[in-house]
């Protein structure tokens, strides 16, 4: 038995669609009932010595253990992890029979850390705010009423009255939300310039940065709920385009109740085993979350080619704007619902509203899509289309936005550059799915030889990586150059991601002087780049710097 994580569930989550406390226990198939109905005993017992007798407990059972939690006020969420905590210890002593915590004397500590937590004066303002109709978002120093330009903010510790606040003034602004595994800064990037094709102040966040209309607020990973607070709370912000990764919305959940839109992407194999996910279907139920906020009046964008999506979207009750490659595919899933469909039809991006059809784009027009060879690309393209429109904008400012969407305009995805007849791919692939999206372009330009540069993060499992070399080898490379990925060496020494992706390209044929080894990602790159000759295509697999990267790449490729 070990207790693998305990946190706050600031928002809609994987186990209800209010705040609390998780806690995930890894536990032996024997040990799960046991343990279970001793938390269970645990956990009511304290949330009613401590005043919270009206709690929702919330079981979530895993392949490797369970998730355990409860909803609880939004203004004392610490405080409930420690009672989760506490509850865990209590499961955990009773279960090995071991002596049991002093519940009284505990109680009366997790009373006193609730009445140090509580903040009356936000839960008043919160619920006027509901009264009014107003998004409501707050953490552990601001809470704001309204989005972005229609937004007002003010520190926890100095909250106005309810009579204080200009009402007036406060609204809503359409929001969309971007998830999946891959493909998602592509599209949020993709909405982001159509908002602004559009005329509109658009407000990103994705997993490298803030962005206003044309200003960088922060730079880093700002895919989570910090992200997405800080753009809707921008009073500049007239539409809002949120990237929405795995990993915030397992750690607090969504960060608003209501969204105008949210597009799924595709469900792949990536982080894996992470806070309890161990399979696809687990990896969907996450991504499914942004669907929760929907409501009925909102827009589920889903792609249409991605079965597990196609199977919940007859649990929904709002509109689906399906996005595929195959306009059949869309026709398919849409099923009895009304037809709207993004899709490639016969070379042209095509818009399917019932039974008319509309041919907007040749594919070939659009630069992402190298010359249609970036299948991936094309499908990000409807993607976000199809959130785009579910926001309000005009096909017009999609199609100027896709014409002028260029590598530069989309670093380290798919970016092509050409060194003297060598053609250079830099690309964020990192998991099967993303690599095996390259296989098109490989063949599409790497009409001589293939050089190809790759590393993997450490808290990828070995069958992952066993997975990932696979697909780079379908890639079919002349000459491999295995990086290390320092940064992310997460828990494995040093070396040791290379060494086991070294074995595995030399046991599925290739040749052990055609690999590599590297200890920087731009030492790398430049081995790749020297290597290869004019008709040859290097394939950069970048993920530590890539900002860096495509500078040096374009650098070169103009001198």
Known sequence: MELLDSRRLTGPNILSDKPGAVIDVRLEPGEVDPFESAWRTAAMDMLAAVGWKANTLHVRRMANGVSLGFDAPIDALYAATEINDWAFETARREVAGEPALSFTEDAARLVKLIEEEINPDLIRLRDTAREHDLPFLSDDDQASIGFGCFSKSWAVTSLPTPQEVPWGDLGKIPVGLITGTNGKTTTVRLVAAMIAAAGKVVGLSSTDRVVVGNETIDKGDYAGPGGAREVLRHPGVEIAALE???????????AMQRADAAVITNIAADHLDDFGVSDLEALAD?????????????????NAEDTRLVERSATLRCPVTWF????????HAAGDRPLRAFVMDDGDITLLDGDRRRSLIPVTDVPITLDGSARHNIANCLAAMGLADALGVAVEAMLEALRKTTHAANPGRGNLFDIDGTKVLVD??????????????????????????IGQAGDRGDEAIHQLADAAWQLRPDKIIIKEMGRYSRGRQEGEVARLLHW?????????????????????VK?????????????????EDIAGVVEYVRTVSES
């Open 244 to 254: 929405t990764a795995r990993g915030g919305l397992l750690r607090r959940g969504v």
């Open 286 to 302: 996450v991504k499914w979350l942004v669907t929760r906020v929907l409501g009925d009046s909102g827009t589920a964008v889903l």
């Open 324 to 331: 595929a490659l195959d306009a059949g595919s869309a026709s």
């Open 428 to 453: 964020f692939a990192h998991n099967p799915h993303g690599v095996a999206a390259l296989r098109p372009v490989a063949e599409h330009y790497g009409r001589r030889r293939r050089v190809l540069l």
């Open 504 to 524: 595995l390209f030399v046991e599925a044929g290739a040749n052990p002087e055609s690999i590599s080894y590297q200890a920087e990602e731009i030492d790398g």
């Open 527 to 543: 081995a790749a780049i020297d290597w290869a000759q004019p008709g040859d295509l290097a394939i950069l697999l970048v993920h």
